[in-house]
């Protein structure tokens, strides 16, 4: 698995988003996700959605993934 590869699924998978993926050792990885479906959301409501455009990758492929899930309002 690649960083590349995870941001493009994240962004497909919640349309209007933008992510940022890092990751050296291809299993564990780390993604800021800005994304207006995330407004009035709490943060793990927000991780679900970006943990729902992975599926089966998590716990998989992607051994871990940690988030920072933001809207554009939020970024500062």
């Known amino acids: 698995m690649d960083a590349e590869t995870i941001q493009k ?3 497909t998978g919640l349309p209007g988003a933008r992510a940022s993926v890092a990751g ?9 996700v800005v994304a207006e ?9 927000r991780h ?8 089966d990758l998590m716990g998989g492929a992607i051994h871990a ?5 933001v809207t554009a309002d939020e970024l500062g």
């Not at 050296?24 to 800021?32: I, K, R």
């Not at 479906?37 to 409501?45: E, M, N, Q, S, T």
């Not at 679900?48 to 599926?55: I, S």
């Open 9 to 11: 699924l994240i962004e």
């Open 24 to 32: 050296e050792d291809g299993v564990h990885f780390e993604a800021t």
């Open 37 to 45: 479906v995330f407004r009035g959301k709490l943060p793990l409501a």
């Open 48 to 55: 679900r959605l970006v943990y729902a455009t992975l599926g």
């Open 65 to 69: 993934l940690a988030l920072k899930t």
